[in-house]
């Protein structure tokens, strides 16, 4: 076996190509970081969205714009 891994340096032992699992494991890596990611940003919309009382916010709006006047 190990003359095989002499003549053939990206393959292990077993004839696996070093290569192209590397770059599997990157794509799965990126492919995590960006569902990671999608997934943080539909928690903050969510949270952000459950602790807004619309009408208090609209109530207040419209105390602001008579103090304007």
Do not use: C, H, I, L
Not at 11 to 35: E, F, L, P, S, Y
């Amino acid at each position: 076996m190990a003359k095989n891994q002499q003549n053939q340096p990206n393959k292990t032992a077993a004839g696996t190509d070093k290569q192209q699992v590397r770059q599997q494991n990157q794509q799965a890596a990126q492919k995590k970081q960006q569902q990671n990611q999608q997934a943080g940003q539909q928690q903050y919309g969510t949270e952000f969205a459950s602790e807004t009382d619309a009408q208090r916010v609209q109530e207040q709006n419209q105390k602001s714009e008579q103090k304007k006047k």
